[in-house]
């Protein structure tokens, strides 16, 4: 009994329903992945702090290597960023902002005369420099999601590279995970590791500080530190895959809960707008009926009747409500 | 004296240990009650670790160890016990690099691969 109108709204809705439904999903699936990835993100900080302090101990006990990790660069003509984005949209503005940034970065590099290199990872970040020209050294995808340490030791490697053939600096775009509410895009030196750094990680360990009597080594420190560093460097690139990780997922939760939310809106604006047609319809309907009875009750016919029929008819227009 | 073993992804054992032997690129080494402070580089081998309730015995694919303070802390890639091995798949890994160290007796990464294969399936024998 449904009008046109009605029938239209009524089938928006329910794809709105539907679409609801999945918008809903995705935000409790991404829900339950933040808590996961933060997890990951507090397993690995035992490793990177103990290398952290490791390398400080070394650095103490005279194991400064002329190592190139380490090497500050008397002239920079060259920077490779590292990008990590997701490999999947529907999470807001997340992929955006970190690539953005990263291009914003390499303007402001290009118009100090420096050349660009770019490892990006994450699906999303390939699209976005491949569309838009850029020189892509390399690319990786299909872990954004759930990052191994495999998969952080692969995007080292090609960052190691890159600085050891002719990039003088790298740096690290991703987005840092402060708390489930508050997220942001950071650009971070990466290469050279400054030792500097070593020094305050030390004072922050709790192991009450180098033993009296100084280190024994096995084998002699350079050799330890040569294998060391690029450990740290997989260390530091791997705890920045997982909180770009968790970002995503937070990201992804907050777009799908305002997707939920529009739709369950829409949703409550369509229906108020379909019932109003069926009243409408219903309205004109018994107008046209009651017309109908008034104009046969002035030329004498049987009004009992009618109004029989009238009940009749409004009974079954109401009934199409349900 | 506390033993630490730390892997990239999680911290895979802590606690008390009476002895802990491993191997460094130098050698086997065993630190036992108040060791001098050390710091060696790990080579692919056993590890062995006095714990309070036996011995646990882990394959590591190569790694760092620390001891200072009566604790000792080793940072390794990888590290296995017995029950986490695929012989299965530490035998297929051990016929493909015997494979590409026939057909090259200098590639070092297959002659690792056939030492992290070896120790695997000796862990998992062991055990």
Redesign the interface.
């Known amino acids: 009994m449904a009008s046109g109108q009605e029938r239209i709204l009524k089938r928006r809705i329910r794809s709105i329903d539907a679409t609801k439904k999945i918008t809903r999903a995705m935000e409790l699936i991404a829900a339950s992945r933040i808590v996961r990835a933060q997890a ?1 993100v507090r ?2 900080r ?3 702090d ?2 952290t ?2 390398i400080a ?2 650095a103490s ?1 005279g194991g400064e290597a002329d190592h190139p990790l380490l090497r500050e660069p008397a002239e920079v003509t060259k920077v490779a960023y590292v990008a990590i984005a997701a490999d999947r949209g529907l999470c807001g503005g997340y992929n955006n902002n970190v690539l953005r940034a990263t291009e914003r970065a390499i303007a402001a590099d290009a118009a100090e005369g420096r050349d660009y290199e770019l490892v990006l990872s994450g699906r999303k970040a390939l699209g976005y420099f491949r569309f838009r020209n850029y020189r892509i050294a390399a690319g990786f995808e299909g872990f954004s999601d759930q990052p ?2 495999a998969d ?1 030791q692969q995007v080292a490697a090609a960052a190691t590279e890159l600085f050891e053939n002719g990039c003088q600096r790298v740096m690290l775009a991703y987005t840092q995970f402060h708390s489930m509410g508050n997220q942001s895009v950071a650009i971070v030196p990466f290469m050279p590791l400054e030792v500097g750094d070593f020094d305050e990680a030390d004072g922050a360990e709790d ?2 500080g ?2 009296e ?7 002699e ?1 350079a ?2 530190l040569e ?2 560093l690029p ?1 740290y460097a ?2 530091r690139l ?1 705890s920045a895959l997982l909180e770009a990780s968790a970002s995503e997922h937070a990201a992804r939760q907050r777009a799908m809960k305002a997707a939920t939310d529009n739709a369950e809106e829409l949703k409550i604006n369509l229906t108020r707008i379909m019932n109003r047609a069926r009243q409408d319809a219903i309205t004109t309907e018994i107008m046209e009926i009651v017309g109908g009875a008034e104009a046969l009750a002035q030329t004498g016919g049987e009004v009992d009747l009618l109004s029989d029929t009238i009940e009749a008819r409004t009974a079954d227009l109401f009934r199409a409500r349900e | 004296m506390q033993v630490e073993l730390v892997s990239p992804e999680a911290v895979l054992f802590s606690g008390e240990c009476s002895q802990v032997v491993t191997r460094t690129v130098d050698g086997d080494i065993a630190f036992l009650d108040h060791h001098a402070a050390f710091i060696g580089a790990l080579d692919i081998g056993q590890t062995q670790l006095w714990a309070s309730d036996g011995i646990v015995t882990l394959a590591l694919n190569r790694g760092f160890v620390e001891v200072s303070n009566n604790v000792v802390t080793i940072l390794s890639d990888a590290a296995y016990a017995a029950d986490e091995i695929d012989v299965a798949a530490a035998q297929a890994d051990l016929e493909a690099a015997r494979a590409a160290l026939a057909a090259d007796d200098d590639d070092d990464d297959a002659k690792a691969a056939v030492a992290w294969a070896e120790t695997r399936i000796a862990v998992a024998g062991a055990a």
């Open positions: 990951r397993a690995a035992p490793y990177s103990k290398v302090a490791v101990n070394l006990a191994s340490y952080a192991s009450g180098g033993p009597g100084g280190y024994e080594f096995e084998p420190p050799v330890i294998r060391l450990r997989e260390a791997y």
